[in-house]
Structure formats: structure tokens, C-alpha cells
């Protein structure tokens, strides 16, 4: 237990300061005095960093020991998030959010990698999985609540705060409980490829994030997702030429890695944009304070837990397939219910909707994880990891900027709303089939290193 709570500690840590920062910005705009400008990069620059760099986190987890790795992020982080508390003004909250961002992107590939070295056997394995996916849907959709309340009660720097004892106790449990890693010192890191990984995939999200304010036909918008695409192709030329690829093709063109790593982007698109749409709707349609917004966003997390240890405890009787098929199913029929429900409902019709996405998005995702790091070799446990959290940080920017721009673009608040949960929908039926297809029945044995 020890070592999941030391694990989990930390990926809970990382997702957290995704989305508590928001309810904190009106506050820091306020104290710091920061433009428009510097408040955004407050909120993205985090983000950017942690999906740019988890490609370049997993390759050198692989190469250095996970464990290491994952200790570097972690102390990183928390030496990080006290320099975000003690920010004498805005430039210097952004850079020392930068800072912590490239921790989170040595934490989360590292987190995933440890658990399937400490947890050898399938069932404890699933189960960890399990716990670990959780941690992304409670400290996602608590981050409103949670900083709402340290916001009202102690200053928006605690926000920053709260992360320095827990990362304190993460890295005594880590270096106390989880043994060292496993080196690769011969698994050269293949810097060019992980400049354009950096590249593409800062480039994509931050031309995501921006179309959801300037709209997608934006020259700038425009522009990131062309860079992104050269990028890319940039990439996988490289890694045709290169001695040491940061992912064999081999495995890339595994159905089992790659369908699951989409299946992982499609449903952080469904959650995730439900999650921001969901928090705008009340907030600005309704009126509700961020506590309270975080309180009415509850349902969808009280769930989480629940379906991540009983889809851990299903799995060995019915493999990953059916668990992540009928996870996508019942979140895909919960968003269609929000979309049909109309564009003010009374609360309570709100409710089981957010709970089926909840309960759907955390059940899928044991079977998908298990599924990714089934698929690869032990020796490319890390980049496999940060493969998988990069195509679902990916689903997440995605989810934000489609939700973003439909509530820019509609005529009322109600009717993007609804809109933008049935595209949800389709993300998750989509998800569901693609499941079918490429989600083994059985669970997938790790390769041989």
C-alpha cells in the first residue's frame, strides 16, 4: 500500500495544479497585478510544459531508472510550487510555473512505470492501475472546490502551498518503500526526436487552447496546427533513421498500444470537456461561486473511486475489453442525456450524467492502462507511460478548445452546452469502438524486454 500511496501522491499532485489554478487567477491577477497575458500563462504554461516534455520524461526513465526519475520530478515540483507561493509578481509566477510543469512531465511517466515494477502480478497490477487513474478524475474536477475553499479562507498562495508537505511525504514514501529502479544506460536518448515530440506537441496544444478563444480559422491557430503536423512528420522520419527510436515502430504499430493510447485521448475529450463546460455553465448561466461550482461538479468525482477498485476487481474474470467498451457506453450515454435534458434543466436532471461520465471514464481506464503497458517491453515501461499520458493530455486540450468554441459560437449559453456534451458523447461511442477492436479480451502479458 505504501508504495501506491507514494506513487499516486504524486500524479494526484501533477493533475491537481491543472485545473485549482483557475478559481485562484481572479485573486493573482488582482495581488500581482498581471495582464491578460501574463494570467493566461499562468494557467497554460504549466500545461504546455507537462505534455511538451512527458515524451523526454519516460525515455529518461528508461535510460536513468524510473525511480530516480520520478524522485527528480517529484522534488522538482515541490521546490517549484514554493516559489509559485512566494512570487513577488507576475513574470515570476510564470516561470516558476514553467518549473514545476517540467517536474509534473518527469512525474506522471515515471508514476505509471513504477507501479508495473512494483506491482508484478496482473490482479494487484490492474487494481494499482486502477487507484492511479482515479487520482486524474478526483484531483481534476476537486481542484475548483479545493481552491475555492484555500482562496476564501487562507490566500490564493496556498494553492501553491499545499503541494510542499505533500510532496515532502511522496518523496519520503518513494525513497522508504519503492525499490530502485532498473537502469538502461545503453538506451541512448534520441534528443532530436524528443525536440520534435517537444515541438509538436507544445505547438498542438497550444494551438488548441488558443482556439477556444480566437476560433479556429485564427492565423494563429492556423499556424500552430501546421507547425505541429511538420513537426510530427519530422518526428516519425527520425525515427525511422535513428539507432535507439524513442518508440520502436513496431510498437507504435501495435493495435493494442496505439488503439488504446486514442482510446485514452477520445475519453479525456468526453471528461474533460464536460468538466470545463460544465464549470463555465454554472458559474456564468447559473451564478454559482467556484465553491459552489466545485460542490455541484462533485457527483462526477464521488464515482471515480468506486469504479476504479471495482473495475480492477472485474478485470481478471472478464479481461480489459469488456470493462472499457461498456465504460465508454455508459459515458457516452450519460452525456447524451445531459444534451437531451434541455438548455436549463433543474440540477437534479444533472446529476447521473455526470456520474455515468465519471464512473464510465475511470472504469475505462484500468482496462486502457493495463492494455498500453501490457503492450510494451519492460525496458520502454517510461516511454510507453508517457505515449499513453500524452495522447490523453492531448484529448484533454482538445476537449477544452471544442468546448470552448461552441460556447463562443452559439447563440446561448444552453445551447453550447448541450452541443458540446453530445460531441462528448460521440467521443466516448467512438472510444467504445474503437475499444472493441483493439483492446484485447484477455489481458496483455508485457513484452519481453
Do not use: K
Request: glycine share 12%; proline share 6%.
Amino acid at each position: 500500500m505504501a508504495p501506491l500511496l507514494a506513487v499516486c501522491a504524486g500524479y494526484f499532485m501533477v493533475i491537481l495544479d491543472v485545473t485549482i489554478i483557475n478559481v485562484a487567477v481572479p485573486a493573482v491577477g488582482r495581488e500581482l497585478a498581471a495582464s491578460l497575458t501574463g494570467i493566461q500563462w499562468i494557467t497554460d504554461g504549466y500545461t504546455l510544459v507537462l505534455a511538451g516534455f512527458l515524451m523526454t520524461g519516460g525515455a529518461l526513465g528508461d535510460r536513468l531508472g524510473n525511480r530516480r526519475v520520478f524522485c527528480a520530478g517529484v522534488a522538482l515540483f515541490t521546490v517549484a510550487s514554493a516559489l509559485c507561493a512566494g512570487a513577488p509578481s507576475a513574470p515570476a509566477l510564470v516561470a516558476a510555473r514553467l518549473v514545476e510543469g517540467l517536474g509534473a512531465a518527469l512525474i506522471v511517466p515515471g508514476s505509471l512505470a513504477l507501479l508495473q515494477e512494483v506491482y508484478p502480478e496482473s490482479a494487484a497490477r490492474s487494481r494499482a492501475f486502477g487507484l492511479w487513474g482515479s487520482m486524474a478524475g478526483i484531483a481534476a474536477s476537486a481542484g475548483p472546490l479545493l481552491g475555492g475553499l484555500l482562496v476564501s479562507t487562507a490566500g490564493w498562495r496556498w494553492v501553491f502551498l499545499i503541494n510542499v508537505p505533500v510532496g515532502a511525504a511522496c518523496l519520503a514514501l518513494t525513497a522508504r518503500f519503492v525499490a530502485p529502479s532498473p537502469r538502461h544506460p545503453d538506451r541512448a536518448v534520441d534528443w532530436p526526436a524528443q525536440a520534435a515530440v517537444v515541438a509538436a506537441v507544445t505547438l498542438l496544444t497550444a494551438a488548441l487552447n488558443e482556439a477556444g478563444r480566437r476560433g479556429w480559422s485564427d492565423p494563429a491557430v492556423l499556424a500552430g496546427l501546421g507547425l505541429a503536423a511538420l513537426a510530427v512528420a519530422g518526428f516519425a522520419v527520425r525515427e525511422r533513421l535513428a539507432r535507439t527510436p524513442a518508440l520502436p515502430p513496431r510498437l507504435l504499430r501495435s493495435p493494442a498500444m496505439s488503439g488504446a493510447a486514442v482510446v485514452g485521448l477520445l475519453f479525456n475529450l468526453g471528461f474533460y470537456g464536460m468538466v470545463f463546460t460544465a464549470s463555465l455553465y454554472f458559474q456564468h448561466q447559473r451564478g454559482f461561486s467556484a465553491l459552489r461550482t466545485g460542490l455541484a461538479l462533485f457527483p462526477a468525482v464521488a464515482v471515480t473511486m468506486f469504479a476504479s477498485v471495482l473495475s480492477g476487481r472485474l478485470t481478471r474474470r472478464t479481461g480489459d475489453r469488456p470493462l472499457v467498451v461498456s465504460g465508454m457506453l455508459l459515458g457516452a450515454l450519460g452525456l447524451a442525456g445531459w444534451a437531451a435534458a434541455g438548455n436549463d434543466p433543474a440540477y437534479p436532471l444533472l446529476v447521473a450524467p455526470m456520474m455515468a461520465a465519471g464512473f464510465g471514464t475511470s472504469f475505462a481506464l484500468t482496462g486502457s492502462t493495463t492494455t498500453v503497458m501490457g503492450a510494451a517491453p519492460r525496458a520502454y515501461a517510461g516511454a510507453a507511460s508517457a505515449l499513453f499520458n500524452t495522447t490523453r493530455q492531448i484529448g484533454s486540450a482538445t476537449g477544452v478548445a471544442l468546448g470552448g468554441s461552441l460556447l463562443a459560437t452559439s447563440t446561448d449559453y444552453g445551447s453550447g452546452v448541450r452541443l458540446a456534451m453530445a460531441v462528448g458523447a460521440l467521443a466516448y461511442l467512438l472510444a467504445a469502438g474503437l475499444a472493441w477492436r483493439c483492446v484485447p479480451a484477455e489481458a496483455v502479458r508485457a513484452a519481453a524486454p
